[in-house]
Nanobody
Framework: QVQLVESGGGLVQPGGSLRLSCAAS????????MVWYRQAPGKQREWVAT???????HYADSGKGRFIISKDNAKNIVWLQMNSLKPDDTAVYYC?????WGQGTQVTVSF
């Protein structure tokens, strides 16, 4: 079973950018969808973005125009580029195949 490890989180000021990475232990080229979720303190986990095996991308309204999901099948990595970050983006961000989840990476947007 594939294992996922997220990285790239941290503290960033409003308006700043971060690029999150999700490294998979096996090939992702045949995985139907790779998904980013997030969970803010006291809130339910919410969907952020999806990339399909053929490269189609979908975004939650909260990230449209600011977030970009991409992947490199050769490197077995999925990225989430986050721009124009807002305090409301503060959350633990998780990568998932739909069956497998990573441990998450903390993103804090604050002065």
């Amino acid at each position: 079973q594939v294992q996922l490890v997220e990285s790239g989180g941290g503290l960033v000021q409003p308006g700043g950018s971060l690029r999150l990475s999700c490294a998979a232990s096996t090939s992702i080229s045949d995985i139907d969808t790779m998904v980013w979720y997030r969970q803010a303190p006291g809130k339910q986990r919410e969907w952020v973005a999806t990339i399909t095996s053929d490269g189609n991308r979908h975004y939650a309204d909260s990230g449209k125009g600011r977030f970009i999901i991409s992947k490199d099948n050769a490197k077995n990595i999925v990225w989430l580029q986050m721009n124009s970050l807002k305090p409301d983006d503060t959350a633990v961000y998780y990568c998932s195949t739909g069956r497998t989840w990573g441990q998450g990476t903390q993103v804090t947007v604050s002065f």
